[in-house]
């Protein structure tokens, strides 16, 4: 099948449910938290509608009607058990190492709502850190997507034109952040969220795995 492809001096990848399943390793650290607190635990699918917002959205979620005191403590808990235990089951999607590779021209930057201390350690312990010019997790005075704040202070500090970038994810908050930054927009629909609810807000182009990724954007020779 032919595609015409997008030139692109910049992709922008969220993390978790893009790069890699992160579901596991989640869902016990949550479980963990929900037991210290005296909670129900809750099952991997229903963890995984709660993902794309942050650990202390997840939090909220998973624990329901709970005191903003009561999500700290829970935040705690989880940050303490899952830095121990961030990549036991965590890895990169099928194919994700190798269009890492065939993107080596191009920039590349990782954007995600998780917080910045939990991303790059898991982007250390699986040895793809390398892979990206810059990296941006969730941290304080910084706007989450979909607020498009992040993204346009990587477009400026690779100094590359929103035209000339592309934003990649499985959530809403990815496609919403990189249309409000003027970028052209990949959905991942192998990811955490339901394909239908992606759709919907008309991406510039979707893919149902990762090295479907080589047919849309043209690689760039350096």
């Known amino acids: 099948m032919f595609y ?17 399943d992160t579901r596991r390793d989640l869902a016990n ?12 635990e809750i099952d991997l699918e229903t963890m995984t509608g709660y993902v794309g917002d942050g650990i202390r959205k997840l939090l909220e979620r998973a624990l329901g009607s709970a005191a903003e005191s009561e999500v700290e403590i829970a ?43 939990f991303t790059e350690a898991l982007l250390q312990r699986l040895e793809i850190c390398g892979y990206f010019e ?17 993204v346009l202070k990587i ?31 990949c959905a991942a629909t192998y990811g955490f969220r339901p ?3 992606l759709s919907a807000l008309q991406p510039d182009f979707v893919i149902h795995r990762p090295l479907e990724l080589k047919n849309f954007i043209a690689q760039n020779r350096t």
């Open 4 to 20: 015409s492809k997008y030139e692109a001096d910049l992709l922008i990848f969220d993390l978790d449910g893009t790069l890699v």
């Open 29 to 40: 650290a949550v479980n963990y938290a929900l037991r210290q607190m005296g909670r129900n």
């Open 75 to 117: 935040r705690q808990h989880f940050r303490h058990f899952y830095f121990d235990h961030i990549a036991d089951f965590s890895k990169p999607y099928p194919g994700i190492p190798e269009l890492l590779e065939y993107f080596s021209g191009t920039k590349k930057a990782v954007l995600t709502n998780k917080p910045h201390e």
């Open 134 to 150: 810059m990296i941006i997790g969730g941290q304080p005075n910084l706007k989450l997507k979909p607020d498009p704040e992040a």
């Open 155 to 185: 477009l400026h500090h690779l100094q590359v034109a929103p035209s000339r970038a592309i934003m990649i994810g499985d959530g809403e908050n990815d496609i919403l952040a990189g249309k409000a930054a003027m970028m052209k927009t």
């Open 195 to 197: 394909p239908e609810k």
